[in-house]
């Protein structure tokens, strides 16, 4: 596709659906927006997606168009990827698009994944006027991270960690619940229901006994559960919590992170949520393969106790792992009750 010439008011149509897709959250799915303009240029509606499993961006802004009576036949979409042409989660964006009788699309970065891509091509043969490339950088660079997952053919990595201001995720005894709000925890409850799987090691295990399912403020259970999931040689105790009665329970007999996400991504996981411990976390920070941190920062201090990350073989400022700060998704920081939630993402 040929790079085509745009005009500062496209540029900034699509800096709005740039933004839009910034609201959603990372993980299994790109962030994408869109906005839906009428013939003189008037933004009508913007959509964003809100991750795996919910509308697209398009259908979000097509959703919003059906709703109030738009009549689209003379618009055009401005979408920060190329729309999809398959069923994934939900279905094809592209479709969507032509049977909602959009006359014009203009999209940002292509879809490179093989499942997904085609949708140009299947719109213009459908007879829609498609132009291609509008601020394709920033749209990119925007889901950057994300494409290395699809490119290396494995989970997207989020690792949350609740912490102290010094640093600690267990007190000297081994206590650890809890260090952060209940307001913290609900926010963390949301990231497990929206990913695939949640991950521990054995230490996490033994010490803590926990659930890891995805709850509500009331405590009741979620519809739709991640894979529990436990990383370590030793055996899982029967009575573990961890285990449940659904099924949804999976023993990672491996210390190596590459190893665990390749059986993990065989199993159709796309998004994990790794919470610790100390010695898991560093693991995968070690090598590289945690696309972004939930930082839980908690007013307390222990002195003493577990730190967040057990050995990250890390012995000059040089080679420190460093982090920005994500604006995406809600973030860079939010204040959740007492504590403060902060949103990185490793700097390139
Ligand atoms: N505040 C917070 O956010 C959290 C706090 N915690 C706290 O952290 C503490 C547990 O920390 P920790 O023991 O480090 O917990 P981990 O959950 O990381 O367990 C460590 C164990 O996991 C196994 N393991 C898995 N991957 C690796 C690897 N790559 N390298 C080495 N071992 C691996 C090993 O067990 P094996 O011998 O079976 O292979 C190891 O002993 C507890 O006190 C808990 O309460 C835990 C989670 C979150
Ligand atoms: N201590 C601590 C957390 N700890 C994490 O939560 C796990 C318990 O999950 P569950 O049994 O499902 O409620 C525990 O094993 C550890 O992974 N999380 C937080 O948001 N804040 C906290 O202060």
């Known amino acids: 596709m040929d790079p085509q010439p745009f005009g500062d008011a496209e540029r ?189 090691g054995t230490g996490t295990v033994l010490a803590d006994d926990p659930r890891l399912t995805a709850r509500t403020g009331d405590g009741g259970a979620v519809a739709r559960q991640p894979l529990r999931v436990v990383m370590g040689l030793r055996p899982v105790p029967d009575r573990a919590a961890v285990r449940g009665t659904d099924g949804r329970f999976r023993h990672v007999t491996t210390h190596d992170p590459h190893s665990a996400l390749a059986e993990l991504y065989d199993a159709g996981v796309r998004h994990v949520l790794i919470e610790g411990g100390a010695t898991t976390a560093a693991a995968f920070l070690r090598v590289g393969l945690v696309d972004e941190i939930a930082l839980y920062q908690a007013p307390l201090l222990l002195g003493a106790g577990r730190a967040a990350f057990q050995d990250l073989r890390i012995g000059t400022l040089a080679g420190a792992s460093r982090w920005q700060l994500d604006p995406t998704g809600g973030g860079p920081v939010q204040q959740l009750g007492p504590d403060l939630w902060i949103h990185l993402r490793p700097t390139a």
């Open 12 to 200: 900034s149509l699509m800096r709005t659906a740039l933004h839009a897709a910034a609201r959603g959250p990372r993980g299994a799915n790109p962030l994408v927006g869109a906005v839906l303009v009428d013939a003189t240029g008037r933004i009508l509606h913007v959509g964003h997606h809100r991750g795996a499993g919910t509308a697209h961006a398009e259908v979000d802004v097509l959703e919003r168009a059906a709703s109030a009576g738009t009549d689209l036949r003379d618009t055009t979409m401005y979408v920060t990827l190329e729309p999809c042409n398959h069923w994934g989660r939900t279905g094809p964006c592209a479709e969507a698009i032509v049977a909602a009788g959009v006359p014009r699309v203009v999209f940002g970065a292509p879809d490179r994944t093989t499942a997904a891509s085609g949708g140009s091509a299947a719109m213009r043969a459908a007879g829609l006027d498609v132009r291609s490339g509008l601020l394709a950088d920033e749209a990119e660079q925007l889901n950057e991270r994300w494409g290395e997952t699809m490119r290396a053919q494995r989970p997207f990595v989020t690792l949350k960690v609740a912490q102290t201001l010094d640093s600690r995720i267990a007190a000297a005894d081994g206590t650890s619940q809890w260090i952060t709000s209940s307001s913290a925890r609900e926010h963390g409850h949301d990231v497990r229901a929206r990913a695939d799987a949640v991950l521990v």
